[in-house]
């Protein structure tokens, strides 16, 4: 449930910094790449250790997120 909560939070972010910014995919994904060095991240966990221990969606899958979220394209 924890994971849901924070894709949404994630894509509210997204939503506010393209607003602001007007670009929302670049400072987004550095943000989340720069975070999963920062905590030492596997870059990419098994789903089963990701379901069994991790309360939010890995940073890997949180920065391929905000690379492709883009609800406004044509």
Not at 25 to 36: I, K, M, S, T
Not at 47 to 69: D, G, N, V
């Amino acid at each position: 449930m924890s994971r849901y909560f924070e894709h949404q939070a994630d894509v509210f972010g997204q939503e506010a910094i393209s607003r602001h910014c007007g670009r929302p995919a670049e400072d987004p994904v550095a943000a989340f790449n720069d975070l999963g060095k920062a905590w030492l991240d596997d870059p990419n966990p098994s789903p089963l250790i990701e379901f069994w221990l991790y309360s939010h969606p890995s940073t890997q899958q949180r920065a391929e997120f905000a690379e492709h979220y883009d609800p406004w394209a044509k």
